[in-house]
């Protein structure tokens, strides 16, 4: 059995910080939350992509790591999964010997121009197929969003949808990019198209940004109930269907079973909305609604925060932010704040179960991590 | 082309070469298909080096397996819309073909997309690639073996029994040893085909254009297959199709092409020779300093294949973003074929869908970074020789030295330039009619060891404004002592 002690993040946004001093801040504040020290960490897990472009310059940062946190003796491993790089770093946690494991994701992605981070966030697609033939991430999923709006008659109204609610509830996120900014649905619907059918306000935030969190054996309020991982092939053009990613069916079905629970018994859920497309597939891979049923949920308003199964209500990587690796232990500290009654103006009514969902590439590397607040 | 590499069973497909399915063991077949449909669109704005030009489209293919892949490309294309690849209609039509994992299949294709080239077992073969020094097939200085194997492989299916592969390193450099660590004397070995010394052969002399050439004797009387590697190249901008004939002619011939400009004579040499089919290896590429080892490996995974030579190396100009040298404008003039990409068929991948900036050769550039050179069009042998000098002399500190070499110098290249170092005939020749003493003289038949003894010192010692008789005499001694002591 494992526990949530405590979480920590930074706010998500663009930081003159190193990426060091981004893990520092993200680290104390899941010790102060935690109520322990340093010293009873047994083991450090840190997602970190391994980017030429975060003006940095550091291979190796498990050294820095130590460095900065001036503990020899603590193992440090570091995880590169790309946009999944947190789920999978907790995943580990869930699956190592320690006792007191303390997850870090961080990223550092303003430094560099759009034109190099987006050459970047390629190198996570298929270097012969996609990269050479221009698929850029945002591409990759445009072709994929498409799939999905022909087979399922959904619209970009459904994606406006979805990029609005997570907006909406970013603005009552201190820790979001787009706290207090507010984005209307003229925004977002006259925004330039990045890659038809997706335009900017349906993409997530390239942004900077660490989270933490302390994976216990030791009980505390917070179970993780469920902790899945499955990996697919990376193109998703691979895939029978396009338009559902096993890696989150297969995912979400081993994590509903060692939860003991279904679809049903979630209250709310963080996913990984990289591009609103990628949400409204979610919905339906995670078992929340039939195939190509995902966009009555936007519709009807059900993903709302004030809707029966509120969706990132963080604001998403959509407008919380994306720093890559930071995203899947972000979604942690989302869950845990909403269980323990500390999300503020966006606090939920109904916190037993939450369930984060975290994607590396399109759908080839997957995690489903589902927590239960003990006496929620 | 979509190609899968599928198990006997049929259960399990891969988009990666695989030899043998890991789960049965079994065999796999490939599936291979050149008919598809457009099942998905979208149009990118935003761009990324590798793909500057915006907006592009990349459409998603389906065949009739099921198979699927991506292709960018800069046309509008509607779903449901087939995609093929009609084969050529004219003969200065280049193939562009982006490798997916399988060279040989890519080849087969793209050379039954050519216009009007057939391949008749009775044909007497002589493949040219690019051998100019020892070095491996990944550094892509040499033509990649695995291109030659897959080349070969396709004529002896078509029954062609009389193949010879034929090339010469660059002055200066050993073509057995070059061809050996290329891989390529592997090749010839598997195939049990004879590799020719192009620098060994017996020689016929032709005259093109009041130039007189002297050219292997192989060269004319085979049916002629280029494999250049595609190469940026620091003395005439990119080294391609026409730049790889170089190298069929003997070394003096060679040597007087570049005294009286390469940029002039290399075009003549394409007129005189027969018709020829270039099969431009892209399949790694270089850029920056080429064409030697001092450039970068490009990765460009790319064929280029046309029958026309300037054709094919406009096409990879202006892919690569470069500035277009005068010997493809002189050829062009002189009817040798077509540099207007504007009119120029492509065929396959569309050129403005692959243009990348590629890095390009600088001018001066040497493996020291304190000694630049100021090359006024050298012959291969100086140019190349002067590369290996500096190479030498690499983690020796000093003062900036300016290596002049070639005939082709003028004063505005000199201008504001100190320390000249004038290595080679032409070199020291060209500055005294110029009025410029340098600080020394290195003739090209002084002594490897000596020569560079003699750089050094001007390296090491700033305010050193020419070359003493004692300089020379320790460069001499040193020469001897390396002698002595290799001997023992």
């Known amino acids: 059995m494992h526990y949530i002690k405590g979480v920590g993040m930074t706010k998500f946004g663009i930081h003159a910080e190193t990426t060091q001093e981004l893990c520092y801040e993200a680290i104390m504040e899941a010790l102060d939350d ?65 006792k007191n494991c303390l997850v870090v994701g961080v990223e550092k992605l303003t430094p560099s121009p759009t034109k190099y981070i987006t050459d970047d966030l390629m190198m996570a697609s298929e270097r012969i197929y996609e990269q050479t033939e221009g698929l850029s991430f945002p591409a990759q999923n445009a072709l994929i969003a498409q799939q999905y709006m022909m087979k399922y008659k959904a619209n970009s109204d459904d994606l406006a949808l979805v990029s609005l609610k997570n907006h909406e509830n970013a603005f009552g996120n201190p820790k979001a990019r787009f706290y207090k900014k507010k984005v209307t649905l003229d925004m977002i619907k006259n925004s330039p198209v990045v890659a038809s059918p997706l335009r900017l306000f349906d993409c997530s935030l390239s942004i900077d940004g660490a989270a933490a969190a302390i994976v216990s054996k030791e009980e505390t ?22 338009t559902s990613w096993d890696g989150t069916t297969l995912a979400a079905k081993t994590a509903y079973k060692q939860a003991g629970i279904t679809p049903n018994d979630v209250d709310f859920v963080e996913v990984h909305d990289a591009f609103t497309s990628v949400e409204l597939m979610a919905y339906e891979d995670l078992g929340f609604a039939k195939k190509g049923e995902g966009k009555e949920l936007i519709r009807k308003g059900i993903t709302k925060i004030n809707g029966a199964l509120p969706v990132n209500t963080s604001g998403g990587l959509k407008a919380k932010g994306h720093p890559v690796s930071a995203t899947g232990v972000s979604q942690i500290y989302e869950i845990v704040k909403q269980m323990r009654g500390q999300a503020e103006k966006r606090q939920l009514d109904k916190t037993r179960i939450g369930l984060a969902h975290n994607v590396g590439g399109v759908g080839s590397t997957v995690t489903v991590h589902i927590l239960k607040h003990i006496g929620g | 082309m979509i190609i899968r590499w599928v198990s006997e069973d049929g259960k399990r497909k891969w988009i990666y070469p695989v030899k043998k399915d890991i789960y049965t063991k079994g065999k796999i077949i490939k599936q291979i298909s050149t008919k ?100 491996y097939s990944y550094q892509a200085v040499a033509t990649n073996s695995e291109l030659l194997d897959a080349l070969i492989t396709y004529l002896r299916e078509n029954n062609v029994r009389d193949i010879i592969v034929a090339e010469q390193a660059m002055l200066g450099n050993d073509t057995i040893e070059s061809a050996a660590k290329s891989g390529i004397l592997d090749v010839c070995k598997k195939h049990e085909i004879p590799f020719v010394d192009l620098s060994k052969s017996e020689y016929v002399e032709k005259t093109s254009d009041n130039f007189s050439f002297r050219i292997a004797k192989e060269v004319l009387e085979r049916k002629l297959i280029n494999m250049p590697v595609m190469k940026t190249n620091s003395q005439i901008v990119v080294s391609g199709a026409m730049e790889n004939m170089l190298r069929v002619v003997d070394e003096n011939t060679q040597k007087k092409m570049f005294e009286q400009d390469i940029e002039e004579t290399l075009p003549k040499l394409i007129k005189i020779l027969p018709n020829f089919l270039s099969i431009g290896d892209a399949t790694i590429g270089m850029q920056a300093n080429g064409p030697t080892l001092l450039g970068e490996p490009a990765f460009l995974n790319m064929l280029f294949l046309s029958k026309d030579p300037v054709a094919l190396d406009s096409v ?87 290596l002049v070499i070639g005939s082709l110098i003028t004063k505005d290249m000199l201008q504001e330039k100190t320390r000249l170092v004038a290595y ?65």
Request: proline share 5%.
């Open chain 2, 36 to 135: 598809a449909k457009v099942i998905g669109i979208t149009k990118v704005n935003i761009p990324s080096p590798m793909h500057p030009i915006t907006p592009y489209n990349v459409i998603l293919l389906e065949d009739g397996y099921g198979n699927r892949m991506p292709k960018k490309t800069m046309k509008e294309y509607k779903i449901n819309d087939v995609y093929e690849i009609k084969p050529a209609k004219t003969d200065s039509a280049v193939i562009i073909a982006k490798i997916k994992y399988d060279i040989y299949e890519y080849l087969k294709h793209s050379l039954k997309l050519l216009h009007n080239y057939n391949i008749s077992s009775k044909d007497k073969i002589l493949i040219k690639p690019s051998i100019i020094e020892p070095a």
């Open chain 2, 424 to 488: 080679g005939k032409e070199a020291i020749e060209k500055l005294k009619p110029l009025g410029i003493k340098p600080v020394a003289e290195i003739p090209e038949e002084m002594d490897d060891i000596e020569k560079i003894m003699l750089l050094k010192s001007i390296l090491q010692n700033p305010d050193k404004e020419s070359i003493t008789v004692i300089d020379k005499l320790k460069s001499k001694i040193a020469s001897f002592g390396t002698k002595i002591k290799n001997k023992f």
């Open chain 1, 221 to 242: 309020d917070i179970e993780i109930i469920g902790s899945s991982l499955y990996t697919d092939r990376l193109p998703a053009f691979e895939s029978q269907d396009m």
């Open chain 1, 34 to 98: 935690a109520n322990m020290p340093l010293s009873e960490i047994d083991e450090i897990i840190i997602a970190k992509g391994d980017s030429q472009n975060d003006g940095e310059r550091q291979r190796l940062f498990q050294g820095v790591l130590s460095s900065i946190l001036q503990d020899e003796n603590i193992p440090i491993i570091q995880i590169v999964a790309a946009c999944c790089g947190g789920g999978v770093a907790l995943w580990n946690a869930i699956n190592s010997q320690a």
């Open chain 2, 316 to 402: 990879f100009i202006e892919a690569g973003i470069f500035a277009k040298p005068n010997y493809i404008k002189e050829a062009a003039l002189m009817g040798l074929g077509d540099s207007d990409t504007n009119n120029i068929e492509i065929i396959g991948d569309e050129l403005e869908a692959i243009k990348y900036p590629l890095k390009a050769a600088e001018k001066n550039a040497t493996a020291h970074t304190k000694i630049k050179l100021i090359d006024g069009k050298a012959n291969p042998y100086i140019y190349n020789t002067a590369l290996k000098m500096s190479a030498k002399l690499v983690g020796l500190l000093g003062q900036e030295i300016n």
